[in-house]
Each structure stands twice: as C-alpha cells, then as structure tokens.
C-alpha cells in the first residue's frame, strides 16, 4: 500500500523564479493539504484541495497557488519566489468523510532559494 | 497569541526515563488531538489520534486530553534512543471547515 509521495526531494531556485512541487496521496484517500514547514518550526498549512478544488487556504499570499488532478495528486505552484519561502514544503492526505480523517505525510519536498 | 502552544525544547532524557511532552490551546473548537513523530529529513508520522478528553495508550506511548484545561500531554515509557525526535501536537478544527493545526514540535534527545 503505497504512502504518500512527493518530488523532487530538494529544489534549489533562484529568488524570482517559480517552482512546481507534486504529490500523489496514500491509496485510497482523496483529500490533499499542503504545508510549509521552517526550520525549527512546526508545519504551516497552506491549503487543501478535494474535488479538484482548493476547498480551505491558510494565511499565504497568492503567490501560492494549487491544483488537484482527477486521480487526486496533486501540485503546489509558488511564483516570484522570496528568499524566505526556502522551507520543507509538506504534502498530506486524508479521507474526506466526515472531516476528521487525520493526516498522512509524505516526506517533503526541501526548497532553498538563493 | 498562537493557537497551540508547545515547548521547543529541547529535552534531553537517559535511556529508560519516563518522557513527558505538553502542549496547550485556546481554541474551544478543537474537536481531535494528534501526535505525530517527525525525524529528521523525514515528514511527520501519526502516533497517536483521540477525540475525547481522557487517556488512551498504545504501547510505551499514553496520550492525555484535557479539554476544561485545554491541555494535552503525550508520554512515553522506557524510552530509547530511536525515540529520538521531533514530536508534534496538532489539533483539528472544524471552523470554517476541517483544519489541521500543528504545534511548533519539542525535539527529543535520548541517550544510550
């Protein structure tokens, strides 16, 4: 039974260019969130995606965008990269039922922007 | 004020201790409380998963709810040195639809 899986596993980026992260969630789940986490910090959510639809968004700009495709993977876009977006970007999934599904994680994607 | 408040650490414990990990919040909205491991270069891993306020155990590892205090505790018995790692609490909220939020992670350390 396949976990959730992301790529790249690092990243390296160049303050102003833009960035594409995937991932494919845990067999059966159909609901994807994204967080970045800092360093030293505990994961920030990003946004979640069911149906294809970007369904709750955290408090990122919109520089941060998503999509969910029709197997449910998923993609986590960031344009105009900053030098603080270097981060483990973090990819879960879950069931969507009644809600309370808890998270599966896959182990990141590192980005470092120079 | 953050919505989950947790210590850092880090906390540095001998093989066999008794570890005790905290964490409190101020949401009344929280419905679900998790623990996760996370270790280095790897994404978080789910431990332990409770809705109601009280103890439920797996293994070496109990966790605690507290929802009057608003306050959850994770502990782990006979500890070893492959415990060692960053623990993280989180919490589900249902405002404004289903959310989870994460602790800022107590990193572990325990030696042989």
């Known amino acids: 039974d396949a976990g959730v899986t992301q790529s790249p596993t690092h990243l390296i980026k160049t303050r102003g260019q833009q960035v594409t992260l995937r991932c494919s969630p845990k067999s059966g789940h159909d609901t994807v969130s994204w967080y970045q986490q800092a360093l030293g910090q505990g994961p920030q959510f990003i946004f979640q995606y069911y149906e294809e639809e970007e369904r709750q968004r955290g408090n990122f700009p919109d520089r941060f965008s998503g999509h969910q495709f029709p197997n449910y993977s998923s993609e986590l876009n960031v344009n105009a990269l900053l030098l603080g977006d270097s981060a483990l970007y973090l990819c879960?999934?879950?069931?969507?039922?009644?809600?309370?599904?808890?998270?599966?994680f896959g182990n990141g994607t590192r980005l470092t922007v120079t | 004020q953050k919505e989950v408040e947790q210590d850092p650490g880090p906390l540095s414990v001998p093989e066999g201790a008794i570890v005790s990990l905290n964490c409190t919040y101020s949401n009344s909205a929280f419905q679900y409380f998790m623990w996760y491991r996370q270790y280095s270069r790897k994404g978080p891993e789910l431990l332990m998963y409770?809705?109601?306020?009280g103890n439920k155990e797996d293994g070496r590892f109990t966790a605690q709810v507290d929802k009057s205090s608003k306050y959850i505790s994770l502990f782990i018995r006979d500890s070893q040195p492959s415990d060692s790692a960053t623990y993280l609490c989180?919490?589900?909220?249902?405002?404004?639809?289903?959310?989870?939020?994460f602790g800022a992670g107590t990193r572990l350390f325990v030696k042989a």
């Open positions: 879960a999934s879950s069931l969507a039922g009644t809600g309370t599904s808890p998270l599966h």
């Open positions: 409770t809705y109601s306020s």
């Open positions: 989180a919490m589900l909220t249902n405002t404004g639809g289903f959310k989870t939020i």
